[in-house]
């Protein structure tokens, strides 16, 4: 009687390995207009790449009337787009590649949770908040302002609403990419009494006052860093945040989860 061959013993199926940051199609096409406008204007003659930041930057001296007149390109209609039009300028490679790294893993999560249209007009809502801190503290300002600093501020705030809540991105307990962008978000209230969210909320003004106060530049060129902006897009996206926040808030308290995550609250 022929023996049969003994079948290799089964293995078990590892579940595939989710990569720890990965882009949502809002995020992807946003960052590739970052890019795509850079290297355009890479390839433009100097004196058009600056009629080009002097048309789409914001310039506060546009809306000063009681000094020297200037002439600004654009004429009226800049007065309303470049509140949004100058986040999507940078100075140079370093100042892209500064704020992507920083929009990555908090714009991520928000676009997950936004959706592509609510991330858009967020984006631009915190840019033009941004716009308006940098306006009320520099009346006079000629040099245009340039950088989406001030948007990526505002995803950083508006995450923290979520992010550490359990099962969210910077919890103890993370799940899957699309449901750590989905926890129901804390309160205005509770997340300021949320020690990791205390915690965050200190380093990071921490940095800006330090960048504001030592009037620290960054990148080749040297370009001052607009932290007023950065603040006013912060405020914006953290006080913002409900406004645009599709999912609901349970009856279980998201703060209830987040305490049991290991955080702690005042």
């Not at 921490?206 to 620290?216: H, L, M, Q």
Request: charged fraction near 10%; aromatic fraction near 10%; proline fraction near 6%.
């Amino acid at each position: 009687m022929e023996s049969q061959p003994e079948s290799p013993p089964e293995l078990p199926i590892e579940a595939p390995r989710e990569p720890i940051l990965t882009l949502p199609g809002a995020l992807t096409a946003y960052v590739a207009l970052l890019a795509v406008i850079h290297l355009v204007r890479m390839l433009l003659p100097f004196d058009i790449d600056d009629d080009v930041i002097q048309m789409f930057g914001f310039i506060p001296k546009r809306y000063d009337s009681t000094l020297l007149a200037i002439t600004f390109p654009g004429g009226a209609g800049a007065k309303i787009w470049s509140f949004i039009t100058y986040s999507l300028l940078h100075a140079n490679l370093s100042h892209i590649g500064f704020n992507v790294l920083w929009l990555l893993p908090f714009g991520s999560a928000l676009a997950r949770r936004f959706g592509a249209l609510r991330f858009f007009v967020f984006m631009a809502v915190t840019a033009a908040a941004g716009a308006l801190a940098h306006l009320v503290t520099h009346e006079h300002a000629v040099a245009p302002m340039i950088g989406a600093s001030a948007s990526v501020s505002g995803t950083m705030a508006a995450a923290i609403r979520f992010a550490f809540v359990q099962g969210s991105f910077l919890s103890f307990s993370r799940g899957n990419a699309d449901a750590a962008a989905r926890v129901p978000a804390l309160s205005l209230t509770r997340s300021l009494s949320n020690g990791r969210v205390l915690g965050f909320l200190a380093v990071w003004f921490g940095v800006n006052i330090i960048f504001g106060v030592g009037s620290i530049a960054i990148g080749a060129d040297g370009a001052s860093v607009a932290w007023q902006a950065h603040i006013g897009g912060f405020f914006a996206g953290l006080l913002l945040f409900s406004l645009f926040d599709p999912v609901p808030r349970t009856t279980t308290n998201a703060a209830d989860a987040s305490s049991q995550d290991g955080s702690n609250s005042g």
